[in-house]
């Protein structure tokens, strides 16, 4: 009989590889717990001491059912598309999308999506599980969200440049490959292709995407990220949002606002730096929090400042 270890695969081990090897299933179980590894779910194990996450389930479930493919809020989480709501810690469950001939899902921590059209081109490898393009990711996405905001800031997300959890990465697909993806005649398709014209590639975090649908919705129309060169030494600055016109800036502030003394010391240099800008006469801030929470009053303050930007002209 092989070595249990030499036997997994990525730190995974099969029941059914074991058993292939030569173990009797009477000792197996035992074995195995004695020697310190850890029950994923019915039918395999985890190295001892390893860490089981969501990447090692889904390796796990993969290897189980190979017919599984990752997508929707998992493809996300491995393509590093950001979405509303997101949470870190034990996370939603694991989404797959498999052939609507493929057996149904009876546990509670897996979401089996069945479908009858997923090509090999709408799938890759990343981060070593099968999982669903950037396109079709969000295309499952925006088709199955309950709202708007969901949709767009999943879009904006894959479209923008970004760092997602300390990563820098390049946009992940184009404004075109979404339009291709969702002129598929899918359930959700019509409303998903009713929201794609309100993505916005430059926009920079989720509050953003959130607050400038906000501003839409109450007549605002500012422009997102545009260049601007500072007075002193030619800085470009890009301000999350500008109304041009009347020389108001708005910066939407993340959670992760400042974290140490060195970043709020860039804050605040840019800060200065922004309000030096020939194009900017005034500059608003406001969290992600007032962002979610209290949207209205963010824009009643723009409004505000608008107006009193127009009385000075």
Not at 123 to 148: E, F, N
Not at 201 to 228: K, W
Not at 229 to 237: D, H, I, K, P, V
Request: hydrophobic share 45%; proline share 5%.
């Amino acid at each position: 009989m092989y070595e249990l270890a030499i036997l997994a695969r990525g730190g995974v081990l099969l029941t059914v590889w074991a058993l292939a090897a030569g173990w009797p299933r009477g000792r197996l179980a035992g074995r195995l717990r004695r020697d310190g590894w850890q029950g994923i779910c019915r039918g395999a194990w985890a190295a001892p001491g390893k860490e089981v996450d969501w990447r090692v389930r889904a390796t796990a479930l993969q290897f189980l059912r190979p017919e599984l493919v990752c997508s929707h809020g998992t493809a996300a989480r491995l393509h590093r598309i950001e979405l509303l709501g997101a949470t870190v810690g034990v996370g939603p469950p694991l989404d797959f999308t498999a052939p609507a001939s493929s057996r149904s899902a009876r546990d509670s921590l897996i979401r089996v999506h069945a479908t009858t059209s997923l090509a090999d081109g709408d799938c890759a490898v990343r981060r070593g599980l099968r999982v669903t393009t950037p396109a079709r990711t969000v295309g499952d996405l925006i088709r199955s969200c309950g709202s708007r905001e969901e949709a767009v800031v999943a879009a904006d997300s894959a479209l923008a440049r970004r760092v997602v959890g300390g990563v820098r990465r390049e946009a992940l697909v184009r404004y075109e490959d979404l339009a291709a993806e969702l002129a598929a005649p899918r359930t959700g398709g019509p409303r998903a292709r009713a929201w794609l014209p309100l993505t916005e590639a430059a926009s920079g975090s989720p509050a953003e995407t959130v607050a400038r649908l906000r501003m839409r919705d109450a007549g605002l129309h500012p422009e997102s990220q545009p260049p601007l060169r500072a007075s002193e030494g030619g800085r470009t600055l890009r301000p999350d949002f500008l109304f041009r016109e009347a020389g108001l800036a708005v910066e939407v502030e993340g959670y992760a606002f400042h974290g140490t003394r060195r970043a709020h010391e860039r804050d605040v240099a840019r800060f200065n730096a922004l309000q030096s800008c020939p194009e900017v006469r005034r500059v608003l801030r406001f969290t992600a929090r007032e962002v979610f929470t209290a949207p209205d009053r963010m824009t009643a303050t723009i409004r505000a400042a608008l107006a009193s930007l127009a009385d000075r002209a």
